[in-house]
């Protein structure tokens, strides 16, 4: 019973792959009948042939019970694996006898993965101003399949340029890693929202149709700030004035600030008179420039205190109030003068002095409590210049008047009435002064008349003198003293006050006697009799004489008797003569 019977028996050393490789087969084809087996022929579909390496003892005939082995390889490839078949290698035996092939097959899986990774990054990771941002998208197959069709899509740039990595195929191959580029412009937008900046890159190919996806992110370092710079046109003043205020406020930050609302704390309300582009929005780097104006008035000049006006600045991004302020000091000077005049700057006798003082407010502060005071009025009048506030305003003056009765004592003393007005008020303690003198215009005079009862006599007799001393100055005379050429003394009779003072138009009468004796007759001369007045102030004589003529009238009687008128004899007779001075002289030398 001829029986020509065979087996074949095919394994491969790796059962599944997931990338190229060389699969080697071995294949077994064992003489399982009972003839013997020439021309062995051994096919394979993948090898396409197959290298006997051992069984045969040489005579190429398998032998009953003999048992050939093959080996065979095949070289699968990437297209495999992109085909992701089952690579199934059948061998197929045929022999003289038996040429029906015998066969058997080893079977090796594909493993087939598609992958791939997306690497996105960006050249700045981190900006706070609008710049072109550049990313970098590596998209590498990190599968084993071949990946077709490769799509980028980016969020931002919307496309990518594909700058490295393609071999020209157009085919992501396994391992192979294509590099993109693409740009995206971040504005001043993307800065003012302050949203992190995700960008993603998505990427499908024919065998991956769900995106593989990866981001870069640029964080937006957000900074909203501004500054705010006042100033002011005046930085002293002295006066009231208007006051105007540049107050600029810069966006130093990145942020775009809408919103933008300016408070003045002395004017209220500022004007924006430059920088804003219309859109009423402070953009980044913009400056807008506000004027304000604020009115100084004389109450401010008063209190002294620096005028600090700040600016406040807020907007909708910035709540806590961005401020600087502009000061202004004031200079302040508290002054005024005082002007004394007198309506008589001579005087000579007493008199009602009415002296004007003027007060000026020659300062720039309002000048309240004003007090004068007036050495010798004691007080004064205000009589114009003050507006009913009783505060002696900048410029304003104030006229007073006072009196003073010039006495009898003043013109005596005949000093220069000096009169001098003090001014102080609640801001200048200092007193103020200024005075008006009247001088004394002093004559210190007298007359003295003096009067006889008797101007002529021709007899002894008393004579009785009045004298009149007058005082026709305008200064009392204390100290008056009178002596009489011929009374020696005279005796005041009338005009004295009882003061001993002969007073500006006080006279005083005086009387003195003198008898005139025989001899003032005898002699003949007249009787001049010479009054002499000093007082303290008049030292030099003031004289006055009256004068008494003597009417001399030298006369005599001679009579003769005798004491016979008639004889008519001799006799003696006598005679007696009788001389008779009837004359007002005496008579001597008689013969």
Known sequence: ????????????????????????????????????????????????????????????????????????????????????????????????????????????????????????????????????????????????????????????????????????????????????????????????????????????????????????????????????????????????????????????????????????????????????????????????????????????????????????????????????????????????????????????????LTYTITVTNTGNVSLPGVVLTDDLAGAATLTAGDDGDGILEVGEAWVYTATYNATQDDIDLGNDLVNTASVVTNEITTPVTDNATTTINRNAAMTVEKVVDSTEISAPTTLTYTITVTNTGNVSLPGVVLTDDLAGAATLTAGDDGDGILEVGEAWVYTATYNATQDDIDLGNDLVNTASVVTNEITTPVTDNATTTINRNAAMTVEKVVDSTEISAPTLLTYTITVTNTGNVSLPGVV
Do not use: C, F
């Open 1 to 352: 019973n001829r029986n020509a019977a065979m087996t074949v028996e095919k394994v491969v050393d790796s059962t599944e792959i997931s990338a190229p490789t060389l699969l080697t087969y071995t294949i077994t084809v064992t003489n399982t009948g009972n003839v013997s087996l020439p021309g062995v022929v051994l096919t394979d579909d993948l090898a396409g042939a197959a290298t006997l390496t051992a069984g045969d003892d040489g005579d190429g005939i398998l032998e009953v019970g003999e048992a050939w082995v093959y080996t065979a390889t095949y070289n699968a490839t990437q297209d495999d694996i992109d085909l992701g078949n089952d690579l199934v290698n059948t061998a197929s035996v045929v022999t003289n006898e038996i040429t029906t092939p015998v066969t058997d097959n080893a079977t090796t899986t594909i493993n087939r993965n598609a992958a791939m990774t997306v690497e996105k990054v960006v050249d700045s990771t981190e900006i706070s101003a609008p710049g072109t941002l550049t990313y970098t998208i590596t998209v590498t197959n990190t599968g084993n399949v071949s990946l077709p069709g490769v799509v980028l899509t980016d969020d931002l740039a919307g496309a990518a340029t594909l700058t490295a990595g393609d071999d020209g195929d157009g085919i992501l191959e396994v391992g192979e890693a294509w590099v993109y580029t693409a740009t995206y412009n971040a504005t001043q937008d993307d800065i003012d929202l302050g949203n992190d900046l995700v960008n993603t890159a998505s990427v499908v190919t024919n065998e991956i149709t769900t995106p593989v996806t990866d981001n870069a992110t640029t964080t937006i370092n957000r900074n909203a700030a501004m500054t705010v710079e006042k100033v002011v046109d005046s930085t002293e003043i002295s006066a009231p004035t208007t006051l105007t205020y540049t107050i600029t406020v810069t966006n130093t930050g990145n942020v775009s600030l809408p919103g933008v609302v300016l408070t003045d704390d002395l004017a209220g309300a500022a004007t924006l008179t430059a920088g804003d582009d219309g859109d009423g929005i402070l953009e980044v780097g913009e400056a807008w420039v506000y004027t304000a104006t604020y009115n100084a008035t004389q109450d401010d000049i008063d209190l002294g205190n620096d005028l600090v006006n700040t600016a406040s600045v807020v907007t909708n991004e910035i709540t806590t109030p961005v401020t600087d302020n502009a000061t202004t000091t004031i200079n302040r000077n508290a002054a005024m003068t005082v002007e004394k005049v007198v309506d008589s700057t001579e005087i000579s006798t007493p008199t009602t």
